[in-house]
Structures are given as structure tokens and as C-alpha cells.
Nanobody, 123 residues
């Protein structure tokens, strides 16, 4: 069974940091482009960041550039999203997604999705 599991979410104060993890089971991420998306209450899903299979290509939403960093460790079958200088507007459920392609971008549907992890930025 193909499964993506996100972890690392939680409550953090503004200016703080979190690192989200996206672990795959039932398949290897080596051949999959990965994207991180988020959805806040009452808002549409937003693409946050994505990474190619090799990790050589990445992209970020303008709202997180310079603050978030996506990376992958194919040996651990895991992709990460390091989030620094968090703001209250970063509060959302964060999802990782995998697509059987080298690079997918932030504007397209992915093949597989995780269940999400809640990130809350509040003082």
C-alpha cells in the first residue's frame, strides 16, 4: 500500500521554526517529484514548495521564499520542509504529495497525498 505520512507539525510562536517530514512507505521516493502544499481554514489549497527527484530543482511560493527550505534524503525515503521565521499566516494543514515524474511544480495535481500535519503559529 502506497502511503505518505507527514510529521513535525505543532504549535510554534511567531519567528520560530519547525521541520516537517514526509515519509513514504510501500514505494521508493527516488522516482517521484515531491510537493508540499498547505490549506488554511476557509482558503484554497496553496502550493508551498516542490523538489525534483534528484533534488537539483526546487521551487517556492513567493510567500515562503527565503524562509522555507525543501530537501530530500532518498536513502531515508523522506522529504523535509524546514520552516524558519514562521508567521501567523503560515498557519495551515500541510500536506506532502508525490508524483511519478522528475519534476512537477506547484500548479498541478500530484498522484499521491498524505493526510496532513497541522502547523499553528501563534503567541
Amino acid at each position: 500500500q502506497l502511503q505518505l505520512v507527514e510529521s513535525g507539525g505543532g504549535l510554534v510562536q511567531p519567528g520560530g521554526s519547525l521541520r516537517l517530514s514526509c515519509a513514504a512507505s510501500g514505494f521508493t521516493l527516488d522516482y517521484y517529484a515531491i510537493g508540499w502544499f498547505r490549506q488554511a481554514p476557509g482558503k484554497e489549497r496553496e502550493g508551498v514548495s516542490c523538489i525534483s527527484t534528484s533534488g537539483g530543482s526546487t521551487n517556492y511560493a513567493d510567500s515562503v521564499k527565503g524562509r522555507f527550505t525543501i530537501s530530500r534524503d532518498n536513502a531515508k525515503n523522506t522529504v523535509y520542509l524546514q520552516m524558519n521565521s514562521l508567521k501567523p499566516e503560515d498557519t495551515a494543514v500541510y500536506y506532502c504529495a508525490a508524483d511519478y515524474s522528475d519534476y512537477k511544480g506547484l500548479l498541478y495535481e500530484y498522484d499521491y497525498w498524505g493526510q496532513g500535519t497541522q502547523v499553528t503559529v501563534s503567541s
